[in-house]
Nanobody
Framework: QVQLVESGGGLVQTGGSLRLSCAAS????????MGWFRQAPGKEREFVAA????????YYADSVKGRFTISRDNAKNTVNLQMNSLKPEDTAVYYC???????????????????WGQGTQVTVSS
């Protein structure tokens, strides 16, 4: 079993930055592909970014490409999401997720992921 705990959310003005972190329990974290998803009020949860187990491959939703950066530190069992140039439409609860399949690449679909955090709120004011 893996537990994921997100942190770093908050309130920021348009154009500002936030850095989300996800701390994972378990000794096999380095095998897992990791991802970030978000859910805005009244909307379905959507993919944001993903990273392979090695950190060598990353993938982003078009809506955040060039503004967000996903990274991981396998020695610390953490995955991060640096969010720059934030927009009001980025307002959502952000979730960290882990894929235990030990795939070599990345996972971009919700059904690929086995473990989910509780989420952290990000609010961008206009």
């Amino acid at each position: 079993q893996v537990q994921l705990v997100e942190s770093g959310g908050g309130l920021v003005q348009t154009g500002g930055s936030l850095r989300l972190s996800c701390a994972a329990s378990g000794r096999t974290f380095s095998w897992y592909a990791m991802g970030w998803f978000r859910q805005a009020p009244g909307k379905e949860r959507e993919f944001v970014a993903a990273i392979s187990w090695s950190g060598g491959n990353t993938y982003y939703a078009d809506s955040v490409k060039g503004r967000f950066t996903i990274s991981r530190d396998n020695a610390k069992n953490t995955v991060n999401l640096q969010m720059n140039s934030l927009k009001p439409e980025d307002t959502a609860v952000y979730y960290c997720a882990a894929d235990r399949s030990a795939r070599k690449g990345i996972a971009i679909y919700q059904y690929d992921y086995d473990y989910w955090g509780q989420g952290t709120q990000v609010t961008v004011s206009s």
